[in-house]
């Protein structure tokens, strides 16, 4: 079992939908928990980040966290055909004084109009 | 407040030959990662430098892949031989004590084919 799940879809909603995009992970020790967007041909580039359980909201995304459940989640609301692109969600835990984040593979994310 | 810079963004090389990336992180961060990521799968740490000094170098291939970091600014990460499964991107990236939960912030990779 690797220690981050993703579904890496495609997952294709036409333009306006809530898209809700879902990882699974095994190590409890993790916790900070990240969603990373990567364009085609880009590098990753972070959306948001949360510290333990609870939501956080930034614009049209909200980011979800049950540690209990081992489950993140990142919605996004009123998705746009720019919000085309792959999101990775990553979660570290401290080591040695800095925290280096497990990736999952990615979800690739298609709106469109 | 410039982005993490990488070169070449694209090499096409034949296997047994070898290859170098750079890197140059953002100005003032400390620590310098590696990863690699094969096509639809997530980056892969390869190693990770603190100042000119290496945290974590567990999932390194050291047998053919090679990294350093002299005066604890630029990186070069080198590969030789190559061999045709790693054909990936090489993705850079830094980070300072000071982001928040030690955010990281990637450069736009190199393309690696190996044929």
């Known amino acids: 079992q690797k220690e981050v799940e993703q579904d890496p879809g495609p997952l294709s909603v036409p333009e306006g939908a809530i898209v809700s995009l879902n990882c699974t992970y095994s190590n409890s020790a993790f916790q900070y928990f990240m969603w990373y967007r990567q364009y085609s041909r880009k590098g990753p580039e972070l959306l948001m980040y949360?510290?333990?359980?609870g939501n956080k909201e930034d614009g049209r995304f909200t980011a979800q966290v049950d540690k209990s459940s081992k489950y993140i989640s990142l919605f996004i609301r009123d998705s746009q055909p720019s919000d085309s692109a792959t999101y990775l969600c990553?979660?570290?835990?401290?080591?040695?004084?800095?925290?280096?984040?497990?990736f999952g593979r990615g979800t690739s994310l298609i709106v469109h109009p | 407040e410039a982005g993490v810079a990488q070169s070449p963004r694209y090499k096409i090389i034949e296997k047994r030959q070898s290859v170098a990336f750079w890197c140059n992180p953002i100005?003032?961060?400390?620590?310098l990662y590696w990863y690699q990521q094969i096509l639809g799968q997530g980056p892969k740490l390869l190693i990770q430098?603190?100042?000119?000094?290496?945290?974590?170098d567990s999932q390194l291939p050291k047998d053919r892949f090679s990294a350093e970091r002299l005066k604890g600014v630029d990186s070069t990460l080198k590969i030789q031989p190559a061999k045709l499964e790693d054909s990936a991107v090489y993705l850079c990236a830094s980070s300072s004590r000071s982001s928040s939960g030690n955010t990281i912030y990637f450069g736009e990779g190199s393309w690696l084919t190996v044929v």
């Open positions: 949360t510290y333990s359980s």
């Open positions: 990553a979660m570290s835990t401290p080591s040695g004084g800095s925290y280096i984040p497990t």
């Open positions: 100005s003032g961060h400390a620590t």
């Open positions: 430098f603190q100042n000119n000094g290496v945290v974590d």
